[in-house]
């Protein structure tokens, strides 16, 4: 299977050296597509699809969120089979393979991990299946990675949690928050510090473009007003409100995975797998 991959950061890099079969890295950064063919003992072919005669079975877009819609419109014709992203968004990514690759297969993919993480849980969407992205899928499960299938509009709200609303909350308190002195630490404090320090030895254009793509933020600003505004009864009411809705959503969480895909498998048709 060929493999063109464009984007040669983190993320097309973990897709090169999770997929089997004969890997093209293109990127606007030349040197950078040179050491990811390399990792993998692959090739590059130029960006412009202009200056590139050869066609590929596969076309995966590791781009930006941001740039996807214009990444599939420019390079979806360089694909014999199939077009993939990993860009993280996947509504839009899906149009617009179906706007520019409608008679190939399409799929969408959103590794919920750093590449060094890896491997973890992976929610993808399939616009149409078939046996190239049903090979990418069998190689991305193979790596260990736990395959969620789900919908675009399924996927795209809970980014809205997961990531920006999640991004927020741990940023605005290393904003509103000091710095203490060694011995003063509490669990809570310790944990969040830690999530600070994630947070920011990200990407930060990375995490900008996802605050940009997904709501979150402003609901975050919105719950911190109300704290700030409770008097010391509102807060007891509203620390009680909010610890029984996330027991009770984690008690069912763990009711669902616990019995419901274990039943399933049972049958040999593991649940929202692969």
């Given at each position: 299977m060929?493999?063109?991959i464009v984007g040669a950061g983190t993320m097309g890099r973990w897709v090169g050296d999770t997929v089997d079969g004969s890997i093209t890295f293109a990127?606007?950064?030349?040197?950078a597509a040179r050491d990811a063919a390399e990792a993998v003992g692959g090739r590059t072919a130029p960006l412009d699809p202009a200056?590139?005669?050869a066609s590929y079975d596969v076309v995966c877009l590791a781009v930006p969120m941001t740039?996807?819609?214009d990444a599939v419109?420019?390079?979806a014709p360089r694909a014999e089979s199939a077009v993939v992203d990993v860009a993280g968004v996947m509504e839009p990514a899906l149009a617009a393979m179906e706007r520019h690759a409608p008679e190939r297969e399409r799929l969408s993919l959103h590794p919920l991990f750093a590449p060094d993480r890896a491997p973890g849980a992976v929610p993808f969407v399939r616009g149409a299946a078939g046996p190239r992205t049903d090979a990418v899928l069998a190689d991305l499960e193979?790596?260990?990675n736990d395959l969620v299938e789900t919908t675009a509009d399924e996927h795209d709200g809970a980014m809205e949690s997961v990531q920006a609303?999640?991004?927020?909350?741990v940023l605005a308190f290393a904003i509103a928050a000091d710095r203490v002195p060694s011995g003063f630490e509490t669990p809570v404090y310790g944990d969040l510090r830690r999530l600070v320090e994630r947070v920011t030895g990200g990407t930060p254009r990375v995490y900008a473009d996802i605050q940009s793509e997904f709501d979150g933020a402003e609901a975050v600003a919105e719950a911190a007003a109300r704290i700030a505004a409770a008097d010391a009864d509102?807060?007891?009411?509203?620390l009680e409100e909010v610890g029984a809705e996330w027991t009770d959503g984690e008690r069912a969480i763990e009711e669902s995975t616990d019995s419901t895909p274990r039943a399933s498998e049972e049958a040999g048709e593991p649940r929202e797998r692969r």
């Open positions: 060929d493999v063109l990127d606007v950064d030349e040197a200056a590139d005669d740039a996807i819609e419109a420019r390079h193979a790596a260990g609303a999640a991004h927020a909350s509102e807060f007891e009411s509203l």
